[in-house]
C-alpha cells in the first residue's frame, strides 16, 4: 500500500477511500471466516444431536414456547429449526473467538498506554511520539 506522504497533491482522499475499501474486505473475509465454517459446523451438530433425541422426547418442550397450541415435540421442524440457529451460534461464537486470538501482535500494540517519557529505551515512541513501532 502507497504511503500518504508518496501521493501526488490532492490523492489523500483516495488513499483514505482505498484504506476504508481494505477495512470493509477484511471485515468480509472475517465474517466469512466466522459465518461459513460455523455454518457446516450447525448443520453437522443438528444432524447428530437430532439422530439421538427426537423433538417429541425432549423434556420441558412446552416451557419455553408456551403459546403454541400444541406440544412442543409436535412441532418438529420448529425444534430442528430452532435447535440448527443454537448450534450455528455456539460455533459462530467459537470461531469469532478463534479470530479474536488469531490478531497480530502489531495490532495489539499499535496504542502504547505510557506516556512518552516512561517508554523504555529502545521504544521507537519514546523520542517521536507519533513514529509507528511495526
Not at 72 to 88: D, M, N, Q, S
Request: hydrophobic content about 45%; glycine content about 6%; proline content about 10%.
Amino acid at each position: 500500500m502507497i504511503r500518504e506522504d508518496q501521493m501526488p497533491d490532492g490523492s489523500a482522499n483516495a488513499a483514505a477511500s482505498e484504506s476504508v475499501r481494505l477495512s470493509r474486505a477484511g471485515l468480509f473475509q472475517r465474517l466469512i471466516w466466522i459465518l461459513w465454517p460455523s455454518f457446516v459446523v450447525g448443520g453437522m451438530a443438528e444432524a447428530v444431536f437430532f439422530s439421538l433425541f427426537d423433538p417429541l422426547e425432549l423434556p420441558y418442550g412446552d416451557a419455553f414456547l408456551p403459546f403454541l397450541d400444541r406440544p412442543l415435540g409436535e412441532h418438529r421442524l420448529l425444534v430442528y429449526t430452532a435447535g440448527f440457529f443454537i448450534f450455528w451460534g455456539f460455533a459462530a461464537a467459537s470461531s469469532a473467538f478463534t479470530c479474536f486470538l488469531q490478531r497480530p501482535a502489531s495490532d495489539l500494540n499499535r496504542y502504547c498506554p505510557l506516556e512518552p517519557p516512561e517508554r523504555p529505551e529502545g521504544c521507537p515512541k519514546r523520542e517521536d511520539p507519533k513514529a509507528r513501532c511495526d
